[in-house]
């Protein structure tokens, strides 16, 4: 009890002297503690990133070539699967696929054609519409 008595005034004595040759004001001394408990109260409130989810989509398939890769890419290049397709999906067919691990509403998908051919699109909001169209 001794030592925190001492070691607490040597404190407000250095306090004291810090204050007298201008190092410290008496505002900004008494201000830390309510600068303090607003920075973790905006932290508190602060919006917390989005967790990554499944998400279940419809490929719908409106091209003359059967689609025999399909993937789904989202915010930071999270979900990325090598193929969300078991099976080719013919063309004017449509099948739900699950796309694990996605971060964001926004994504990228990308597929390949049996043709050979190959598309990319970004900006996909899978929140707003869960399916996705692809189209000649």
Request: aromatic share 4%; glycine share 6%.
């Amino acid at each position: 009890m001794r030592t925190f008595k001492i070691r607490a005034g040597l404190f407000f004595c250095a306090l004291a002297v810090m204050m007298s040759l201008g190092v410290v004001s008496s505002q900004a001394a008494s201000d830390k503690p309510a600068k303090a408990k607003a920075a973790t109260a905006k932290a508190a409130t602060a919006k917390k990133a989005p967790a990554a989810r499944d998400v279940v989509l419809t490929l719908n398939n409106q091209r003359k070539s059967s689609v025999v890769f399909f993937t789904v890419i989202g915010k930071d290049s999270s979900g990325q699967e090598p193929n969300l397709l078991k099976d080719a999906l013919a063309a004017g067919k449509s099948i739900k696929v699950k796309a694990k691990a996605v971060t964001g509403c926004a994504v990228s998908v990308a597929a390949d054609f049996e043709d050979g051919s190959s598309v990319e699109a970004t900006g996909i909001d899978l929140c707003k519409d869960p399916v996705v169209k692809l189209v000649d």
